[in-house]
């Protein structure tokens, strides 16, 4: 079993900037990809980003590239979302998820991800 406990977050500006951030417990947290989706209101989870347990690969979303980058701490089990350039459309719950391997590449659907975060509400005003 894994635990994941988001923070952060909150309300910005367009073109402001956000960290979410996420603490992992319960499994070896190097055996873990992490990742960060999110679920704007009247439409599906989406992926947004994730991360290999080395730190050496990433992913993103096309809508999130440039802007936001994900990071993880693995002597702190921890993983982080920076958002920067902060969009309108970026309003959701952003959810942290981990995904239970330690090879090959970062997978993007939901269904790969077996354990998942509370969700952290990211709003950006005009």
């Known amino acids: 079993q894994v635990q994941l406990v988001q923070s952060g977050g909150g309300q910005a500006q367009a073109g402001g900037s956000l960290r979410v951030s996420c603490a992992a417990s319960g499994r070896t947290f190097i055996n873990l990809y992490m990742g960060w989706f999110r679920q704007a209101p009247g439409k599906e989870r989406e992926f947004v980003a994730a991360v290999s347990w080395s730190n050496d690969i990433t992913q993103y979303a096309e809508s999130v590239k440039g802007r936001f980058t994900i990071s993880r701490d693995n002597d702190k089990n921890m993983v982080y979302l920076d958002m920067n350039t902060l969009k309108v459309d970026d309003t959701a719950v952003y959810y942290c998820?981990?995904?239970?391997?330690?090879?090959?590449?970062?997978?993007?659907?939901?269904?790969?991800?077996?354990?998942w975060g509370q969700g952290t509400q990211v709003t950006v005003s005009p």
């Open positions: 998820a981990a995904d239970h391997r330690i090879a090959g590449p970062i997978r993007t659907d939901i269904q790969s991800y077996e354990w």
